[in-house]
């Protein structure tokens, strides 16, 4: 912890006892354990798709509605900034939105490689985009998706259903 190896000296006799040899503690590991680390699994289970690979599917149609939130809620999302803190906005849309980006790629595609950024992660934006605003992912990108006002509204409600019941 704080300067010192907490397993210096495991299995070796300490200094004031003659003699007396350390044990590993007994959650080290299970018996037929090696070592205290679990085997790993044969077929490890499959990771979930990435915000990018969720954009893509969604808006080809073959991913619902509930499993791309759920996706976009843990994703982290890269956001352009200036010099304030928040969220940089677009205004010369039918509504104001603000440009989020799946990935630094992505992120500097459209904002220049010296660009400043901040990252969260969906359920964040959710929490914090100002009431009335949408969203654009990657709006360079192959599968530019765009999250009006009223979309924004159905995710949070959406997100609070899920957590709250």
Request: hydrophobic share 35%; aromatic share 12%; with cysteine.
């Amino acid at each position: 912890m704080y300067g010192y190896d907490q397993n210096a000296g495991l299995g070796q006799p300490h200094p004031g006892h003659q003699g007396y040899a350390t044990t590993p503690p007994p959650y080290a590991g299970a018996p037929g354990q090696q070592g205290g680390y679990a085997e790993p699994p044969l077929y490890p289970e499959p990771s979930p798709p990435s915000l990018a690979e969720a954009v893509k599917a969604f808006t080809a149609g073959s991913l619902a509605v509930e499993d791309f939130q759920q996706i976009f809620a843990t994703s982290k999302i890269y956001c352009p900034r200036g010099d304030n803190p928040g969220f940089l906005a677009l205004h010369n849309t039918q509504q104001p939105v603000i440009p989020l980006f799946t990935s630094l790629k992505e992120l500097r595609r459209y904002a220049g490689r010296e660009s400043k950024y901040f990252t969260v992660t969906g359920a964040e934006v959710l929490d914090l985009l100002p009431t009335g605003y949408g969203f654009v992912l990657d709006m360079e990108g192959e599968h530019r998706m765009v999250v009006d006002a009223k979309a924004v509204e159905e995710m949070v409600d959406f997100a609070m259903r899920r957590m709250y019941g």
